[in-house]
């Protein structure tokens, strides 16, 4: 089957992308039964380690040739377990994709991954990107979303693995994207086999070593199909243009290749995990004055934290931040290192930082909260037997009892006022930790912030909240 081709997206912009652009390819090839095995076989050990250690994985799956030969391949592996008797043999997969709606092929594409998911005996299910697109920075906000979405399919269902289709290529892109940022060892270490996501939540990469050329041959010797975004070949992206060059340096007889630059990921990740067991350790060895509350916010003694190396004081003040804050990238590690490093920790005001509020208090701790000044988080549904992230910083469960009509919102200064009125007790905690908290109303009446303890409404008993901890603080 010839290809459709169409023309690429000219810029990086949600009004440039919504055209019906989509190059859908077919290659109709008979494929033997040892070449159809043959991949499958080489990767049996890396879907073991990826998938076994799970009971259900969520296979993310846009229609791309990598994720599509991920469906294929996790269709493949169930079947080789069964027939090799291998046990356990028990990992469930079912399919996500995310729809973007940047363009109007999205939702056939889609449409198409459900046809093949079935097919599969996978159960799919699309999730739709909703609300106002942005007019700049699109591949990184679409990113964002679609993790937020999958996390809370997820959490909602009570899953714990979600499997990416990345690939050594995307690998050795992302370290050079990084190297040219600039990026410390922990950005140099790219992508992970397996990465924490959080709640329980792990995101595993069973692909992360096996080029995309790889994977569309095994494609196009079944006669698979597949779908190719235009904008992955736009040079208005920082990664096509570093794919490019990736290509021209090859052709110029410099060995950049993808294993070299995965090897190096590798070796900068071990580092990278022999920094963060030492960050657990200071962690757990703090002193009495830093803490992390319940609250979502953290004290830090300051003559303490200087005493240790740079870079561990700047990994714990990282996490810190991460789990504050709130934002969807992590903050910049020079954005960090000017507001930490010399004379700079000796701030008599208090400074803003990545989604967080700093102040010095007056024993010399500083208190890292969630800056309040900030476009307040959406007012999410909490619907009866969900789990809710909320702000990215609580993750708030509902009990199948819990009432109808719910949602979770921040308290606010005019919260604060109406709890007090109805005789509430104030913590001893600033104002600006309070107002960011969430708060549990319905018709637009605040009945319970769950991290307070406290209920207007008779909700506890259907509601449980905890705030997401620093990674070094997860036991």
């Known amino acids: 089957m010839p290809p459709v081709t169409s023309k690429l997206a000219p810029t990086p912009s949600a009004a440039a992308s919504a055209v019906p652009d989509i190059t859908v390819r077919a290659v109709e090839v008979a494929a033997t039964p040892a070449a159809v095995h043959q991949l499958s076989d080489m990767l049996l050990p890396a879907f073991d380690a990826a998938f076994l250690p799970f009971a259900h994985v969520v296979l993310a799956v846009s229609g791309g040739a990598d994720s599509t030969a991920l469906m294929y391949l996790a269709a493949e592996w169930r079947t080789r377990r069964l027939q090799l008797a291998m046990p356990p043999a028990t990992t469930e997969f079912s399919v996500v994709t995310i729809d973007h709606a940047l363009r109007p092929a999205s939702a056939t594409e889609a449409a198409e991954v459900a046809r093949v998911a079935t097919a599969l005996s996978f159960r799919h299910t699309t999730l739709r990107w909703e609300g106002v697109k942005p007019k700049t920075g699109v591949q990184a906000r679409a990113r964002s979303a679609r993790y937020d979405l999958l996390r809370q399919h997820a959490l909602m269902h009570g899953y714990r693995g979600i499997a990416a289709a990345h690939t050594a290529d995307d690998q050795a892109e ?59 070949a736009s040079p208005a992206f920082e990664r096509v243009r570093v794919r490019a060059a990736l290509s021209a340096w090859t052709g110029a007889g410099v060995r950049l290749d993808a294993t070299a630059l995965g090897r190096s990921a590798a070796r900068a990740a071990r580092a990278s995990d022999a920094l963060s067991n030492v960050t657990r350790r200071l962690w757990q060895n703090r002193t009495p004055k830093t803490r992390f509350d319940p609250l979502g916010y953290a004290v830090v003694d300051l003559a303490w934290l200087q005493t240790e190396p740079e870079d561990l004081r700047l990994r714990l003040l990282s996490g810190l931040v991460a789990a504050i804050g709130g934002q969807e990238s992590a903050v910049s590690l020079g954005q960090l290192e000017a507001l930490t490093i010399g004379r700079n920790w000796l701030f008599d005001h208090a400074v803003t930082l990545h989604g967080t509020r700093w102040d010095r208090e007056r024993d010399g701790s500083v208190r890292i909260c969630r800056e309040p000044g900030r476009r307040p988080p959406a007012i999410l549904p909490v619907v009866a037997g969900s789990t809710v992230l909320w702000d990215r910083r609580f993750v708030i469960t509902a009990a199948a009892q819990c009432p109808p009509g719910l949602t979770v919102g921040s308290l606010g200064a005019a919260g604060v006022a109406t709890l007090e009125r109805a005789g509430w007790l104030r913590p001893a905690v600033p104002a600006r930790v309070l107002w960011t908290l969430p708060a549990i109303a319905a018709g637009g009446c605040v009945l319970a912030v769950p991290p307070l303890d406290c209920d207007l409404g008779g909700l506890n008993p259907f509601m449980k909240c905890a705030p997401v901890q620093p990674w070094f603080a997860v036991e």
Do not use: F
Request: no cysteine.
């Open 174 to 232: 992302t370290v050079l994207m990084r190297l040219a940022r600039g990026s410390g060892i922990d950005g140099l270490a790219a992508m992970r086999k397996s990465t924490p996501l959080g709640d329980g939540l792990v995101l595993v990469r069973p692909l992360i070593e096996i080029d995309k050329m790889t994977l569309v041959d095994y494609l196009r010797g079944q006669g698979h199909a597949w779908s190719e975004d235009p904008s992955n």
